[in-house]
């Protein structure tokens, strides 16, 4: 009963790293596609440091939500993330994560690692890592695609810092550092 | 749209005219909403924070009475302090539509308790409406309007934190301008009612709920019409939601009924008596109390949590409905991997002030009893500064309690007292005169940020701005602190550590030779709240040099963010994209090894 889009994507990182600010950015690129959305967030403590967690689903599901195994593609914004929410990730999923490769792997789905952090300094804001790891997501290299495309996300964007042209053009160069850096597993 | 702000739209869709609030997770975002849309669709309503649940209800109250819709929001232990006045309206009843928003957080995520509103919409005999998600909750405010006026009675609504906090596409519709202009009759049988007049009010309540159990518009419906068995699952609020998609995953939706139950109190009895008739077997899925099961007529066929079935405690998430569907229906269930260890567990800020004034506390009474209270100060936890955290405003009486049992001992024990200016707003207040009045031993320490820091920067009395963001008469707590009669009143800026370490010492020896509480407002902004009035403290950040040996007191006892000890733990560094150069971490370093650009080396 499911529609020809469907895709749920898992979002982990530290309160205080913009993981809502990326989970709302793909919920919008999805409502201008008329793709039914859901997401679930974690509010209070997010500014605080602690480990949060967002759900975000594309297709006509009613629960907002992702089971343990029945996210398509999860996105850690810190390395720790893997081991803490890497099992919400399916067997053919893909995971996009901000650190280095372990020498063993035992979690199921294709994994591309980038140094978020290194790139983010190197376009000049350290605090961009949030949509560095967004890029690496977006047509990161042999990775299957995601519901929507880097245009559609700068889009979004472009209507969301309408007002801040500096930010928006980091914002962009942010996006195009991860999508260049994610390198196949 | 959030279940939050489609909560918000729905009460201005309603020609809402009248909302309060206390901030709190998972229900914070509904007023802030509100008030924001307010200003946006340029609605002529009054959209106001109050001090606490219990003041926000009655005022939002008395709106109804004069006939105009109103409502008042707050997460499930504000309810409790809202009961008070819960309890007696609801034999009173209302003209308007009174709308009682209280949002429950199964888990518990961000609470003291996970308790059951609907349990509490039982006790206090006012129907309930339990939303599945963002869209439903809106149009259950619609709803509760409805039945609420065409049975003069408050009606509660009860979203949860994955319907308060989730997302989902909705359509809006038109506002709604209600031209109704509000009118007071005089009528002390019911507003003024005595318990002669109680008792009259109550049996009228019994024949409202007797009704309410047979209207149509909330009746309980099955969502897989035609589907039919020998066995069925009733469920309500988002778990509804879950169950809906499971069972499409697990081919159980064209064979198994599911019902979603929209009113669980008063349950429809009609829905009752079929259930017994129609079933031979009832899964019952619902959080977190088993308030439907309970209305069940005959349990003996109901698989649920009297039966020990489903969890009593916890969030009943996807994974733990997948296994109650497989058991129920004989499936194998998925292998659930175990949650993986640990997570990072949330702390102050950088740069907080809170984090330095609980330093001082340590240096100054390093053997007291730490009372705190509620607000993102209880994260003083992580410095060992917090001992008890009970619920609002309990820091300052509890540090009253253990004062009194323990002052006929040889050496009683100091006792600080911590706490945020909105809870002491909230409910410090009457536990600070209780306190002068009892002469009781006691430093209070107020966590003076100006704002309501973790539900997000809600203003506070001392603000001078509403909701709305319009000015406000700012009070002055200083004043309000000597007028309850505290002797020793004095302010300090906590980046001045050792100057503050001092006046606590003061406080102390003031309170010992004085008998009596003693008051030290530690004061400093939000780091993060956009709005603050006050200057913030922050510069370059600092350095640390050679002489530091690695010892980790500063990542121990002060646990900054910005502090990061190396991996092979000879040294510490400063993160300077964290750091604001608040500079407190210069007092913290017993071997003064960290200093500020510039500074000369002792």
């Not at chain 2, 819709?69 to 232990?77: G, L």
């Not at chain 2, 209207?215 to 068995?229: F, R």
Request: hydrophobic share 40%; proline share 7%.
């Amino acid at each position: 009963m499911r529609q020809a889009i469907d895709q749920q994507i898992a979002i982990s990182g530290v309160g205080g790293q913009g993981v809502l600010f990326v989970t709302r950015l793909l919920a919008e690129a999805a409502i201008r596609k008329g793709l039914p959305v859901m997401t679930s967030e974690t509010h209070g403590m997010a500014q605080r440091g602690g480990t949060v967690i967002s759900h975000l689903k594309v297709g006509a599901f009613t629960s907002p939500l992702i089971r343990t195994g029945q996210a398509d593609v999860f996105l850690a914004l810190k390395a720790e993330g893997a081991g803490q929410h890497g099992h919400y990730l399916r067997r053919r999923g893909w995971a996009v994560v901000n650190g280095v490769s372990p020498d063993d792997k035992t979690t199921p789905g294709q994994w591309f690692w980038l140094d978020a952090d290194d790139l983010a300094h190197g376009i000049g804001n350290p605090k961009a890592v949030n949509l560095v790891v967004l890029g690496g997501a977006l047509g990161g290299a042999g990775a299957p695609p995601l519901f929507c495309t880097m245009e559609e996300i700068q889009a979004v964007l472009a209507e969301r810092l309408a007002a801040k042209t500096a930010l928006l053009e980091i914002s962009y160069k942010a996006m195009a550092a991860g999508l260049q850096a994610v390198s196949p597993p | 749209m959030l279940g939050n702000e489609a909560i918000a739209r729905g009460l201005l869709e309603s020609g809402c005219a009248m909302a309060t609030s206390y901030p709190g997770t998972p229900a914070s975002e509904i007023l802030a909403s509100l008030a924001a849309m307010r200003v946006s669709e340029k609605v002529d309503m009054h959209v106001q924070w109050a001090v606490n649940e219990k003041v926000a209800f009655e005022i939002a109250y008395a709106g109804a009475m004069t006939g105009l819709r109103t409502a008042v929001s707050m997460k499930q232990v504000g309810l409790n302090v809202a009961s008070d006045p819960l309890m007696s309206a609801a034999y009173m009843g209302t003209k308007g539509g009174f709308v009682v928003i209280s949002a429950d957080d199964p888990g518990p995520h961000s609470s003291q308790t996970e308790q059951d509103s609907r349990m509490m919409a039982m006790m206090a005999k006012i129907p309930v409406l339990d939303p599945d998600s963002p869209r439903e909750a809106k149009s259950m405010v619609a709803l509760a309007y409805t039945l609420s006026e065409a049975y003069e009675i408050p009606v509660m609504v009860r979203p949860t934190t994955r319907v308060c906090h989730a997302r989902q596409d909705i359509d809006v519709d038109p506002l709604e301008r209600l031209a109704r202009s509000p009118e007071f009759k005089r009528d002390p049988a019911r507003w003024a009612a005595t318990p002669k007049f109680r008792h009259h009010l109550h049996m009228e309540l019994e024949r409202k709920l007797a009704a309410i159990g047979t209207y149509d518009a909330t009746a309980p419906i099955q969502l897989n019409e035609g589907v039919s068995g020998r066995r069925a699952i009733v469920a309500c609020g988002v778990a509804v939601a879950h169950t809906v998609e499971i069972m499409r995953d697990l081919g159980l939706w064209d064979t198994l009924p599911l019902y979603q139950v929209r009113q669980p109190y008063p349950l429809h009895r009609g829905f009752t008596d079929r259930l017994a008739s129609a079933y031979d077997k009832i899964l019952v899925i619902e959080e977190t109390t088993d308030i439907v099961e309970l209305q069940l007529s005959d349990r003996r066929r109901v698989v649920g949590k009297q039966s020990g079935d489903v969890p009593r405690v916890g969030e009943l998430t996807p994974e733990v409905i997948e296994g109650l569907l497989c058991d129920f229906t004989g499936q194998s269930a998925p292998v659930v991997p175990p949650p993986a260890a640990g997570g990072r567990r949330p702390t102050l800020c950088a740069g907080c002030p809170h984090r330095a004034s609980f330093f001082a506390i340590k240096k100054a009474a390093p053997r007291a009893i730490y009372t705190s209270d509620i607000g993102c100060y209880t994260l003083g936890l992580n410095l060992g500064a917090v001992d008890t955290v009970l619920c609002m405003g309990a820091a300052i009486s509890q540090a009253a309690g253990f004062y009194h049992a323990f002052k006929g001992e040889d050496k009683p024990r100091e006792v600080v007292a911590t706490i945020g200016d909105s809870t002491f707003y909230h409910a410090g207040l009457p536990a600070l005169v209780d306190a002068v009045s009892q002469s009781v031993k006691m430093v209070l320490v107020i966590l003076d940020n100006r704002t309501t820091a973790m539900t997000g920067n809600q203003p506070t009395p001392e603000s001078g701005r509403g909701a709305c963001g319009e000015p406000l008469h700012a009070v002055d707590m200083e004043q309000l602190i000597k007028g309850c009669g505290v002797g020793f009143v004095r302010v300090g800026d906590p980046y001045q550590t050792n100057a503050l370490i001092q006046i606590l010492k003061d406080a102390l020896a003031h309170s010992r030779e004085t008998s009596a509480p003693a008051v030290v407002i530690s004061r400093s902004p939000c780091l993060i709240d956009k709005q603050a009035t006050l200057a913030k403290t922050t510069g370059p950040p600092p350095t640390v040099s050679d002489d530091c040996d690695g010892c980790g007191y500063c990542v121990q006892q002060f646990e900054c963010p910005a502090i990061v000890m190396a991996e092979d733990e000879s040294r510490v560094s400063i993160d300077p994209v964290l750091c604001t150069g608040c500079g407190v971490c210069r007092y913290v370093c017993p071997k003064q090894s960290i200093r500020l650009p510039g500074e000369p080396s002792e």
